[in-house]
């Protein structure tokens, strides 16, 4: 099965002012839905996010992507918290 929280993190921490805080967790259910939650420092979060989305979506693209061959369904999210 693909690593699709590598290729997350290594996507995300390449944006982000600190690479060091961001946590990204991969959750695989019954169905074989994956989804990836994406955690960085507050005030990174708007890097991640981008002008209306841009960023987020273009994370999402590439995750989806790279999941077509294997046939997994890949939702990544921000944690906000």
Do not use: C, H
């Not at 690479?19 to 019954?30: I, L």
């Not at 990836?36 to 209306?52: C, L, P, W």
Request: zero cysteines; a negative charge.
């Amino acid at each position: 099965m693909p690593e699709y929280g590598n290729l997350v993190d290594s996507i995300v921490r390449r944006l982000v002012d600190q690479p060091d805080q961001v946590r990204v967790t991969e959750t695989r259910s019954d169905a074989g839905a994956v989804l990836v939650t994406i955690q960085v420092a507050s005030g990174d979060i708007g890097r991640i996010i981008g002008r209306r989305g841009a960023t987020i979506n273009a994370i999402r693209l590439v995750t989806k992507a790279a999941a077509v061959k294997s046939g997994d369904k890949v939702d990544v999210d921000v944690d906000e918290d």
